[in-house]
């Protein structure tokens, strides 16, 4: 069976085909970083109007890069939410009139249902239950995972999501956005000696996160420079990401402990990032856990991850109703 899988929920259009039997057939996303980057962060509308420009022809591409016919698809899966009201309604009016113009069914997906099951799509995959961390542009969840459609959230995010807080710290140090993989070069040439900032939230109790501190602390340490040059942007990166490293780890050793999951799921925007993965993998070692993570492309958002969660939900869920909700938390998915 094939299905397809359209995301539309941020600033990416992407359009994917998971075949039941064979996995994941082709996947592929058009990018509105160069939209955006003169704004500092993502414009609602110019996104939503880069959705409608682009839909169609990703869609006519990948049909024809897969010698796949639109006839020989089974089901569309599209993200419902949570997200940008406008996006989201793009993706769900194409995939719904789609599935109803070819007489298919149809199914929303929540966006962080698809980051938290991508790893199903890489050849290591994770048993039930195991902890779930959502690192992206506008998330961060710690997550215990019991099994499919049933998520505990055990933290979440006070204030800015760790993804926010690297592309505002990377704009800080001159990155146009989203910078938060161009800062975390920088952090590779950094002196870790010379900075040190807070880690945030480390010694209240429980696993909630909070980034908005630290950045403005980064963002004083910048302003008392007249000029700064590229070994301090260095240093400052080096220090930022050390920051986060240590927090991250210092809550997911809580969660570790409370749940005794054997597994860590890292997915998100974030979970692409080379010293996060290093860091939490010494983590699962020194725990005889083990850490799950998706190929860099299916980080960031993607319509693999939706067409795949919307092949197991399609046998469940298949409607032609067509819904949104860009505010939808990822325990009621459980609620009848
Ligand atoms: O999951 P995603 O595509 O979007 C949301 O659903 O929010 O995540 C995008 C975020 C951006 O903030 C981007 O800067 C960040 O992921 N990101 C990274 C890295 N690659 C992407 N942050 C740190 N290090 C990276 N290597
Ligand atoms: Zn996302």
Not at 241 to 258: G, P, S, V
Not at 278 to 289: D, E, Y
Request: proline letters at 3%; one cysteine or more.
């Amino acid at each position: 069976m094939l299905i397809l899988g359209i995301e539309t929920s941020c600033d990416d259009t992407s359009v994917a085909i998971y075949d039941t039997k064979q996995g994941l057939i082709i996947n592929k996303v058009v990018h509105q970083k160069n939209v955006h980057a003169n704004y500092g962060g993502i414009v609602p509308e110019l996104a939503s109007e880069y959705h409608l420009k682009y839909i169609q022809s990703t869609l006519k591409k990948i049909l024809k890069k897969s010698y796949i016919l639109i006839s020989d698809i089974s089901g569309v899966a599209y993200t419902a939410g949570p997200g940008l009201e406008r996006s989201l309604a793009i993706g769900a009016s194409f995939a719904c009139a789609l599935a109803y113009s070819l007489s298919i069914p149809s199914v929303g997906i929540h966006h962080l249902e698809g980051h938290l099951l991508t790893t199903m799509l890489e050849n290591k995959k994770p048993n039930f239950p195991f902890l779930g961390l959502i690192i992206s542009g506008a998330h961060t969840q710690l997550i215990l995972a019991n099994s499919l459609g049933t998520y505990k959230i055990l933290g979440d995010c006070l204030d800015d999501a760790l993804g926010e807080a690297f592309d505002k710290t990377a704009n800080l140090l001159g990155i146009n956005y989203p910078g938060g993989k161009k800062l975390s070069i920088l952090a590779k040439y950094g002196n870790s000696q010379r900075f040190f900032f807070p880690r945030p939230m480390i010694k209240q109790s429980g696993v909630n996160f909070s980034f908005s501190g630290l950045k403005t602390y980064v963002k004083n340490v910048i302003c008392s420079y007249s000029k700064i040059d590229h070994q301090t942007r260095c240093d400052v990166a080096r220090a930022f990401e050390d920051a986060i490293l240590d927090t991250i780890e210092i809550k997911c050793r809580r969660a570790l402990n409370f749940t005794q999951c054997k597994n860590l799921v890292i997915a998100g925007g974030v979970s692409a990032n080379h010293a996060i993965r290093k860091r939490l993998n010494q983590v699962m070692r020194s725990r005889g856990g083990k850490l799950f993570f998706s190929k860099q492309s299916l980080c960031t958002d993607n319509a693999a991850m939706i067409a795949y969660v919307g092949s197991i939900r399609l046998k469940k869920n298949a409607s032609r109703k067509i819904f949104i909700r860009p505010r939808w938390c990822l325990e009621d998915l459980s609620k009848p």
